[in-house]
């Protein structure tokens, strides 16, 4: 079955500076979807950036951006100039390829963004 | 487009009472999940529907747990005969199948609180 880890519960990050958060999963497929999701408190889940990973280039959205190491199993996403509004949950997710027959979702537990003034 | 609209946003019940959630994926999404979340986890999957067919459901979820959707648009979730443990948000998200990005569009959740 496929898991995905988030090992950091807990992240700070002066406002302005870098960080990046740390997903993991195990998987057997070769095709599939990564995705980072963004909860800010009290507010629905929102999409940040996803990749493919039959696509060796990483993904960026604006300061968003992503290492993916398809061997590794590693999907870290790194947010550049922090501002304060990226204080939130960050959600690592999971999805198989089409061709699997399931479109099922799989989360990680979630690593907790402070952004510090 | 209003987005994924859940109701109600906040359910308490007693324990043993059945409690009903309602949601509203987004017109032209034909992909509806129901997820579960409870404090400090991800959220867990639970089922999900193409269309009107339901076509995944946790092996996880206890059998008091039902969904719907009977017309291809709008869902539900039963929970029979609850229980403290099903405390938690209840969360739905539905998507696109055709021009899919992968994205999942989630709602606010449903807040359940069993005394």
């Known amino acids: 079955a496929q898991t995905v880890t988030q090992s950091q519960p807990e992240m700070s990050v002066q406002e302005a500076e870098t960080v990046t958060l740390s997903c993991t999963y195990d998987t057997s497929e070769s095709d599939y979807y990564l995705f980072w999701y963004k909860q800010p408190p009290s507010r629905q889940m929102i999409l940040v950036i996803r990749q493919e990973a039959y696509k060796q280039q990483n993904a960026t959205e604006n300061r968003f951006s992503v290492n993916f190491q398809k061997a590794a199993k590693s999907f870290s996403l790194k947010i550049s100039d922090s501002q304060l509004g990226d204080a939130a949950m960050y959600f690592c997710?999971?999805?198989?390829?089409?061709?699997?027959?399931?479109?099922?979702?799989?989360f990680g537990t979630g690593t907790r963004l402070k952004v510090l003034a | 487009d209003t987005g994924v609209s859940q109701d109600p946003r906040h359910k308490i019940t007693k324990r043993g009472q059945n409690v009903t959630f309602r949601c509203d994926p987004i017109?032209?999404?034909?992909?509806l999940y129901w997820y579960r979340q409870t404090l400090g986890q991800g959220p867990e999957f639970l089922t999900y529907f193409q269309n009107e067919a339901q076509l995944e459901k946790s092996r996880l979820l206890s059998d008091r747990f039902s969904a719907e959707r009977p017309k291809g648009s709008f869902s539900t979730l039963e929970i029979q005969r609850t229980e403290q443990g099903d405390s938690a948000m209840y969360l739905c998200?539905?998507?696109?199948?055709?021009?899919?990005?992968?994205?999942?569009?989630f709602g606010e959740g449903s807040r359940l609180t069993v005394l």
């Open positions: 998200a539905s998507s696109l199948v055709f021009g899919n990005t992968g994205e999942l569009f």
């Open positions: 997710a999971y999805r198989r390829d089409a061709t699997s027959g399931t479109y099922k979702y799989i």
């Open positions: 017109s032209e999404h034909n992909r």
